[in-house]
């Protein structure tokens, strides 16, 4: 996982369970104490909690039990103490979610893991290669990363000038999965950040009355002009199973002329005023 230094733009009120990846456990801490300066916390930390909680494994240390804390602390959790407020405080022990299992990939932290570390993750599903992950898998990783694949003979795969050569050139990581005489490349390339195009509709819009909230509604534009049609779609699969040079296959186009969640909630620790 990338590592991040502590994070002093982010605090509890602009915590999402996408950024909460960004930070470390000091950070949250420190966002812990800041909040509590600000009076946020009592009622807002059950929420709070549940947005640390999808990268963050947090463990509540009652009545200043020092052997509880010696022993997250060996396990490389953080522990610290922060108030609620003026009559209240909460002791916690956290460590952040390791991402070591393709299950562990999410929507909100695909783009929080390096390509290198993807491909390691891939690599212990079992060796099985891409298609070996659920199509639920696929689709994590490839909201993140450019994915592509290729299975080729061991002796060709590293051909001078040929794809390897040049997605590596490009940018990607790559990892060979074993297949007999032939090899499986899963290449991997983080994508870069995009934003939604917005479109602004006055008030003689048709989509509504003027109000200020039409003004700033956000507007997903999809562009199927050269999409084709399930009817022009014809792909057939070989008849032989076994993988020979005249069926192997790749998962992009080389061009002309190419050779090639969820844990408890926290105990009730303030009592009923």
């Given amino acids: 996982m990338k590592e991040t230094t502590t994070n002093k733009a982010l605090s509890l009120k602009t915590l999402t369970k996408s950024t909460v990846w960004d930070v470390q456990e000091n950070d949250i801490f420190r966002m812990l104490d800041s909040a509590d300066k600000e009076g946020e916390l009592r009622e807002n930390l059950r929420h709070i909690a549940d947005i640390i909680r999808s990268a963050f494994m947090i463990e509540e240390i009652k009545d200043d039990n020092k052997l509880l804390e010696d022993k997250y602390t060996k396990q490389g959790y953080k522990v610290g103490t922060f108030k609620v407020d003026e009559t209240a405080k909460v002791t916690w022990a956290i460590k952040k979610r390791p991402i070591t299992r393709v299950t562990d990939l999410t929507y909100e932290n695909i783009r929080h893991i390096s390509a290198a570390k ?25 909201s993140g990363f450019d994915i592509s694949t290729t299975t080729l003979p061991k002796d060709r795969l590293h051909k001078k000038g040929g794809m390897y050569e040049k997605k590596v050139a490009d940018g990607f990581e790559v990892l060979e999965v074993a297949k ?45 002009y050269n999409k084709p ?43 009923d005023e």
Avoid at 186 to 194: C, D, H, S, V
Avoid at 201 to 209: A, I, P, Q, W, Y
């Fill in 229 to 271: 049609d399930e009817d022009d779609v014809d792909i057939e699969d070989p008849d032989d199973d076994e993988i020979n040079e005249n069926n192997y296959r790749t998962t992009f186009d080389l061009g002309d002329g190419e050779d090639d969640e969820d844990a408890e909630s926290l105990s009730d620790f303030i009592a």
């Fill in 118 to 142: 993807l491909l390691e993750v891939i690599d212990r599903n079992f060796g099985g290669g891409w298609d070996s992950l659920s199509q639920s898998i696929q689709d994590i990783i490839e």
């Fill in 180 to 224: 007999g005489t032939w090899v499986e490349a899963i290449f991997a390339k983080l994508k870069p950040e995009t934003i939604k195009p917005r479109m602004k509709f006055d008030d003689t819009s048709s989509f509504g009355d003027g109000d200020e909230d039409d003004d700033d509604a956000d507007v997903e534009i999809i562009d199927d």
